[in-house]
């Protein structure tokens, strides 16, 4: 079988018994959970010309395979989720190493024994790895606040290090701060890990899909009862009908080609769009990516370099040490922060996520509510940020909740 691509215009709504917005992992996993365990007929709109959100990847025009939204390692506890994303590709073991460059020289990043040499010289740091030892214990990691908290100048040095030269800068590159706008509960979060092991993640799963994602998210969809309209705005075929006329008034139906969809609509793209941005725009942060490729095997000595203390860009990856791909030349992406402001040439990123930008999303998400058959899901629909492995759990959940409804109402 191949995939079934379809034209929105030569769609008949009434062959379809569930509609999904986006092709990322949420709209994914529900599609083919309810194609393969119910045999229901599905519909997917996506908007880009291609399958796969923000996972998607392909070879650039020098053969190097790229992420085109920002590099994505799969990494999970979630016993799950990982075998289910392996009914559709093998996975390669990988593990994650950032490296900051701090001031032209390497150093582990989460910051730790490693980065502590590197930092304070090699006597300096086994003193203060000894004292950390014995406050804290081996092998964990410690907040730079408790390593404030602790009332001894030494410890406060090792916190302020971490804080001026791996956290603050970064941060304020990625979300577009001065100093004193950085949070401080964000900042008491950031971890010393009083450990040699240098893996960004500790994840018991961790790898990669072994030809790419876009090839596993093509084995998902091509399954009989799928159908999906690339190219397409869920707002620009969607006909949406209120309760009433007030601004306030929730959803009482979601009308495709003048008819109301009955089955399951499972919408996972952003909700102030779907509104129109009725109660303005939700803030995000957006990201501009610039590639270059070079004739040698390797740039840089691992996948991701964070630079913590000079440039403008935030990171630079190299995707040819997460792929493992082989090839005489390799492709580096440097990765530029910017703020979110025009939806028609930018892709929103980051929610910026504070209690007054919830309570913002709570007044789209109550127009939904009353609308029992529609279910907003994935990091956009709910203005979150999740993790690949958390989005695949709460599809393959919701798809269990759709299921067991569809169970019940059929029994009635
Ligand atoms: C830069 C970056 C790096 C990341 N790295 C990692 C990582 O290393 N590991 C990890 O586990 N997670 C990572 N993530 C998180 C990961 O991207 C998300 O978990 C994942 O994308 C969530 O899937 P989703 O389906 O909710 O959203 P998406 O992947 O964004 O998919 C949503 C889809 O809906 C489509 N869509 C939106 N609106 C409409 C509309 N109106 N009409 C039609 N279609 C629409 C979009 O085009 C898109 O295809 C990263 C995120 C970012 C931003």
């Known amino acids: 079988m191949t995939i079934s691509y379809v034209d929105f215009k030569d769609v008949e709504i009434s062959d379809y018994d569930a509609l999904i917005v986006g092709s990322g992992f949420a709209g994914s996993v529900v599609a083919r959970q309810l194609a393969d365990c119910r045999d229901l007929r599905v519909l997917i709109i996506e908007k880009r010309p291609h399958i796969g959100g923000n996972m998607y990847d392909e070879l650039d025009e020098n053969g190097v395979l790229v992420h085109r939204y920002g590099p994505h390692i799969f990494h999970s506890n979630d016993q799950r989720a990982f075998y289910y994303l392996r009914r559709y590709a093998g996975f390669i073991p990988y593990e994650h190493r950032v490296l900051a460059n701090w001031h032209g020289t390497y150093m582990p990043v989460p910051f730790n024994k490693k980065s502590m040499v590197i930092a304070f010289g090699e006597e300096k740091a086994q003193h203060l790895i000894e004292k950390l030892i014995a406050k804290f214990g081996d092998g964990v990691k410690v907040t730079i606040n408790e390593l404030r908290s602790q009332d001894d100048p030494e410890l406060a040095e090792v ?34 890990f009083i450990s040699e092991d240098d893996r960004y993640f500790q994840d018991k799963f961790q790898g990669m899909p072994v030809h790419g994602y876009t090839k596993l998210f093509e084995s998902m969809l091509d399954y009989e009862g799928i159908d999906i309209c690339l190219n397409t705005d869920a707002e620009s075929v969607f006909e949406l009908e209120f309760e009433s006329d007030a601004e306030d008034a929730g959803l009482s139906a979601i ?27 939700l803030p995000y942060r957006s990201l501009d990516f610039v590639y270059e490729t070079f004739d040698q095997e390797f740039v840089q000595p691992c996948g991701t370099v964070n630079y913590t203390v000079s440039e403008d860009y935030t990171r630079i990856t190299e995707f040819k040490h997460m792929t493992y791909q082989r090839c005489p030349n390799t492709t580096i992406m440097k990765e530029y922060s910017r703020s979110y402001d025009d939806p028609r040439t930018q892709i929103p990123y980051y929610a910026i996520i504070n209690e007054e930008n919830n309570a913002h999303y709570e007044r789209y998400r109550k127009l939904t509510e009353t609308l029992p058959n529609f279910y907003p899901l994935g990091r956009l629909a709910e203005y979150r940020y999740y993790n690949m492995d958390k989005i695949v759990s709460l599809a393959l959940e919701l798809s269990d909740r759709i299921m067991a409804k569809l169970d019940a109402e059929a029994q009635l």
């Open 159 to 192: 916190a302020d290090f971490v804080y001026e030269n791996v956290f603050l800068y970064y941060t304020q590159k990625q979300w577009g701060l001065t100093p004193e706008e950085v949070d401080p509960s964000v900042t008491a979060r950031v971890p010393v």
């Open 255 to 281: 009308k495709l080609k003048g008819q109301a969809f009955e089955g399951p609509i499972i919408y996972t793209g952003p909700l102030d769009e779907l509104f129109l941005s009725r109660f303005g725009r």
